[in-house]
């Protein structure tokens, strides 16, 4: 089972900066977090991950706590078409044969 | 470089029919994923394949359910005797190392009637 937690909603006003938590108390030393999003009814997409550092990319940027028990990935100027499910994944790296495991995420609804 | 790409999109199949699901991966990728996603439920991991090996299957029902990832081809989901319950969204990923920045394809919407 995911051992990620989400809030089940949150709202966002167009343009403004979108901020979705997640908290992983129990991540190991060596699993990263991992977000993705899956916009209604097509595939997940991935946005980033990190392990420690603070990442960024084009879409979005990774904040992790010093402590790594949680996260925050925030969407700088968010738009209607970024209004999706939002999947924040604890896993291993990039090896070992542990699955990417989707919970229920946060379903982000971008306001006009 | 193309994405992921499924076929096909949607698929309607009767009771006891199989149903044929096919995944080509992105060019150089030689690790495939299948997630099941039932209506209004969270993306299930199935089975992970390298090229013509099951590395991990743990996710799939124990009759009826077969995959495959040739040398050569598309990953291919086999669902034998189809019943409603197997009425989902299938969705493939692809990664070039293992579970690696893992991209989606679109998914095949599979409809038993």
């Known amino acids: 089972d995911a051992k990620t937690t989400q809030p089940t909603s949150m709202d966002c006003a167009e343009g403004r900066a979108a901020n979705l938590p997640c908290n992983h108390s129990?991540?190991?030393?060596?699993?990263?977090v991992y977000w993705y999003r899956q916009i209604h009814s097509q595939g997940p997409q991935y946005i980033i991950h990190?392990?420690?550092n603070n990442e960024t990319n084009e879409m979005a940027s990774l904040i992790i706590t010093e402590d790594r028990k949680s996260s925050t990935l925030i969407l700088p100027h968010a738009t209607l078409r970024d209004t999706a499910v939002y999947y924040c994944?604890?896993?291993?790296?990039?090896?070992?044969?542990?699955?990417?495991?989707f919970g229920k995420g946060t379903r982000l609804s971008v306001i006009a | 470089n193309a994405g992921v790409m499924q076929n096909p999109r949607h698929l309607v199949r009767r009771r006891g029919q199989e149903a044929r699901l096919r995944c080509s991966p992105m060019?150089?990728?030689?690790?495939v994923y299948w997630y099941r996603q039932l209506p209004e439920e969270g993306l299930k991991f199935m089975v992970y394949?390298?090229?013509?090996?099951?590395?991990?299957e743990s996710g799939m029902p124990k009759e009826r359910f077969s995959a495959e990832f040739p040398k050569e081809g598309p990953s291919i989901l086999r669902i034998q005797q189809v019943v409603r319950g197997d009425s989902a969204a299938y969705f493939c990923?692809?990664?070039?190392?293992?579970?690696?920045?893992?991209?989606f394809g679109q998914g095949t919407r599979l409809t038993v009637v």
């Open positions: 990923a692809s990664s070039p190392e293992i579970w690696f920045e893992a991209f």
């Open positions: 129990t991540i190991s030393g060596n699993e990263y």
């Open positions: 990190g392990l420690k």
């Open positions: 994944i604890v896993r291993v790296g990039n090896s070992g044969n542990t699955p990417l495991v």
């Open positions: 060019k150089g990728h030689s690790h």
């Open positions: 394949l390298q090229k013509e090996n099951i590395i991990d």
